[in-house]
């Protein structure tokens, strides 16, 4: 299995697990799942064919991810939170924290600076990512809703 089928599965899997540890009924699992592996599939081919810029990237799957997320919301009958919150679980930057934070305690402050900034790139894109959709699909919403 090639190394990016076993990152989206990994995704898929981790994203099942917060979705039961966040409440999220059984039969809408599946769903948030499967947001989770195309947030982290988008994030992985924007890194290997487009930039290496990570903001870039995580605003890019942020933003497919909440696609997915509000579209499935509509049709399942559910607020978008309930799909959206686990979905974005595989472009939580864990490792960059990580790191960050144990090069502040060991006092290196350039590897803390560069960690830090990392950490700091996913945190805004995953916003910008998740705003910019939600921002569009809004007036949609109200105006599908306004015809009924």
Not at 80 to 108: K, Q
Not at 125 to 145: D, F, H
Request: a positive charge; proline letters at 4%.
């Amino acid at each position: 299995m090639s190394e990016f089928l076993r990152g989206v599965a990994l995704a898929v899997i981790s994203t099942a697990g917060f979705a039961l540890l966040f409440g999220v009924r059984k039969e809408k699992i599946a769903f948030a799942s499967v947001g989770g592996g195309i947030v982290w599939a988008v994030y992985l081919i924007c890194r290997a064919h487009l930039t290496d810029e990570i903001l870039l990237c995580s605003v890019c799957a942020a933003a497919a991810g909440t696609a997915y997320c509000e579209l499935f919301a509509r049709i399942l009958r559910t607020p978008a939170t309930v799909l959206l919150i686990p979905s974005m679980i595989p472009l939580v930057p864990g490792g960059p924290l990580y790191y960050a934070m144990s090069a502040m305690f060991r006092s290196d402050r350039a590897a803390a600076a560069a960690y830090g900034m990392q950490t700091l790139k996913f945190a805004v894109g995953i916003a910008a990512g998740i705003t910019v959709i939600t921002v569009i699909s809004r007036p949609l919403n109200y105006l599908t809703r306004r015809r009924r």
